[in-house]
Nanobody
């Protein structure tokens, strides 16, 4: 399984970015797909997760209303649209996947429980 994340970069506060994650060896409409992030000196934080079986989505309180997770089954790609970015959103963002679609509540609390993880893409939000 490979998860190739892209789309990170430098953006001013209030701006937007869209992260993409192309999956191979894993079908994004099966299982759970999501994003977590890790800022310097901080623990991993579950950002968003999608139960691909029924479409339920989960978000960290810190990003709710600003970030949106989605997928394109034809492209086997997961997206994270990030709007109204804040300096505290600065982190390396990782896309991840799990074989069970019903693990999202656990994966949001404990991102280390994902079965697969991409290489990460850096998002820097300047004030």
């Amino acid at each position: 399984v490979q998860l190739q994340a892209s789309g990170g970069g430098l953006v001013q506060a209030g701006g937007s970015l869209r992260l993409s994650c192309v999956a191979s060896g894993f079908t994004v409409d099966y299982g759970a797909v999501g994003w977590f992030r890790q800022a310097p000196g901080k623990e991993r934080e579950g950002v968003s997760c999608m139960n691909s079986r029924i479409g339920d989505t989960y978000y960290a309180d810190s990003v709710k209303g600003r970030f949106t997770i989605s997928r394109d089954n034809a492209k086997n790609t997961v997206y994270l649209q990030m709007d109204s970015l804040k300096p505290e959103d600065t982190a390396v963002y990782y896309c991840a996947a799990a074989n069970s679609p019903f693990l999202c509540p656990i994966l949001q609390r404990t991102p280390t429980e994902y079965d697969y993880r991409g290489q990460g893409t850096l998002v820097t939000v300047s004030s």
